[in-house]
């Protein structure tokens, strides 16, 4: 990314400056490929991953050579608001999927609703962001393709994190978003397998791209994504075994100090770095600000607009109680983080579980 600073070459100009730009760009691109298992000119590059998935969800395609619509768009409950908003699809033709009290996708419930479409375009994604619960891609697909369907997957937080190959998983389309690799942020991916191409780019104007998205690229947030996701090819496994290590050391802790305890999503396959917990009375704001008093970053599982705390969609879709869905926090571990946090963690836990006790012994609340 220092090296991208200092040049001042448009990617898009054939001299000496221009070329460096884009070979940066280009190497870039390699790395995400190698990450996702496509070629490089699969993948189109975005200012993240909601611009992706924008850029994804339209009914516009082309399959085979052949121009085509598809009818209807469903897309699962938990999905990221980006892909909840429909995209470039009409809003009397989107659907929501249901999920079970796990946050799972069903493939059957879904095989039966896009029975009445006759070119679903169908959005489920690989991880959700705030259960890290896993979704069954390869049975979605199957159905998906099954009725002559399109599937895009949202990968946005299962990347580095878990495989992600676009073969495996049999999708058409895949979000990436850089920052949510330990890339910069500014930067994402929109990654295509196969044969179906978007025939209606969101951005129009130069030819950057390959027409799917104008505009000058941001060279520098470009190539430190392409750096990330070459460290996450290479350490996948690795990393991936250690965080659920941790992981687990963290909510056997959580457990011990609060038998009440609720781990949301805790019967499904999940993310090796992700954990949303409650225990019932707790205020998610009161204990953020505590753990942030010990120097401590986890957020809240729901989502803050306009400087109100809304209860989380995705717990809501799981059918979850709003007074418990409003108390819910989320650690997430990074590929930094060691033991010792881990610790800490559960220190600045017990202080946060100890004044709560003390408040529902006040307030006389049942665990
Ligand atoms: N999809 C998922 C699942 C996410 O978690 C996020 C961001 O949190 C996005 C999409 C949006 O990505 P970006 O922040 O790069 O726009």
Redesign the pocket.
């Known amino acids: 990314m220092t090296a991208a600073l200092g040049l001042t070459g448009n990617a898009s100009s054939v001299h000496a400056e221009g070329r460096a730009a884009r070979r940066l760009i280009e190497d870039a691109r390699g790395q995400v490929a190698r990450l996702i298992g496509v070629e490089s000119k699969n993948v189109t590059f975005t200012s ?4 992706a ?1 924008m850029l994804a969800l339209t009914p516009a395609i082309e399959a085979g050579g052949r121009k085509e619509r598809c009818d209807r768009l469903f897309v699962s409950a938990i999905e ?1 608001p ?1 892909v909840l908003s429909g995209g470039r699809f009409a809003a009397d033709t989107v659907e929501q999927l249901p999920v079970n009290a796990n946050g799972e996708v069903d493939p059957l419930e879904l095989e039966r609703r896009i029975a009445k479409a006759e070119r679903p375009f169908v959005s489920v ?1 690989l991880a959700n ?1 705030e259960t890290g619960a896993i979704q069954p891609i390869a049975a979605v697909a199957d159905v998906v393709h099954r009725a002559n369907g399109v599937l895009h997957v ?1 990968a ?2 299962a990347a580095g994190r878990i495989e992600c190959d676009i073969e495996k998983l049999g999708a058409d389309l895949l ?1 990436l ?1 850089s ?2 690799i330990g890339g910069p942020q500014g930067a ?1 991916a929109l990654v295509r397998r196969g044969d179906i191409h978007l025939t209606e780019p969101l951005i129009r104007g130069g030819w950057q791209e390959r027409g799917q998205r104008a505009g000058t690229e941001n060279v520098a947030a470009i190539a430190g994504f392409g750096a990330a996701a070459r460290a996450a090819h290479e350490a996948q496994q690795g990393d991936a075994v250690r965080m659920a290590g941790l992981r687990d050391r963290f909510e056997s802790g959580l457990k011990a100090a609060s038998s009440d305890v609720i781990i949301f999503s805790a019967n499904a396959s999940r993310l090796p770095n992700t954990t949303l917990f409650t225990v019932p009375g707790l205020k998610a704001e009161s204990a953020i600000i505590s753990f942030d008093l010990n120097g401590i970053a986890v957020s809240s599982g729901s989502a803050c607009s306009s400087g109100k705390v809304q209860a989380s969609h995705v717990l809501a879709a799981m059918a979850v109680e709003p007074a418990l869905a409003r108390g819910a926090v989320r650690v997430s571990l990074g590929w930094e983080t060691t033991e010792s946090d881990v610790e800490s963690l559960l220190i600045a836990w017990n202080t946060v579980v100890s004044s709560l006790l003390k408040n529902r012994d006040k307030q006389g609340i049942a665990a």
């Open positions: 993240g991953g909601t611009e998935n990221h980006s994604m962001n949202d946005v937080q979000t978003s920052h949510k994402g």
